[in-house]
């Protein structure tokens, strides 16, 4: 589980986020990462992050253990950024794709990385 201050979680974020941030996808997952203008006072503690995990990927255990690997890859992104930048500010949804059900935890998170640099490079 991630802690409760790197966690997105309300419905408007989520939508802001999808659909103004910019998107960069691999085989694994599509990240959205989000920097409000204008940060709410309440943004305090870092990046906050949220997870769509639909039942394309499969079944509710399938499911489950995709969205727990991609909290693990991101987990290990905030607590060493090696080469990605992100800013307390940032809102970001990793989206998983049905490829994300056989990854490994290192594969996602080489996904998640990847993204976020290509992302976060301009």
Do not use: W
């Not at 309300?10 to 599509?30: C, N, Q, W």
């Not at 253990?65 to 080469?83: F, H, Q, S, W």
């Amino acid at each position: 589980m991630l802690p409760s201050k790197h966690r997105l979680r309300s419905s408007a974020a989520f939508g802001l986020t999808v659909k103004r941030g910019r998107k960069k996808g691999s085989k694994s997952v599509v990240v959205y990462v989000y920097e409000p203008h204008t940060p709410p006072l309440i943004t305090t503690g870092g990046p906050r992050v949220g997870l769509v995990v639909s039942k394309g990927v499969g079944n509710s255990v399938v499911r489950h253990n995709v969205a727990r690997t991609i909290r693990a890859a991101m987990r290990n992104v905030l607590e060493d950024p090696a080469g990605v930048e992100l800013k307390e500010t940032h809102n970001i949804v990793i989206r998983a794709l049905p490829h994300s059900a056989q990854a490994s935890t290192r594969e996602v998170e080489k996904d998640v990385r990847s993204c976020l640099r290509r992302i976060l490079q301009r």
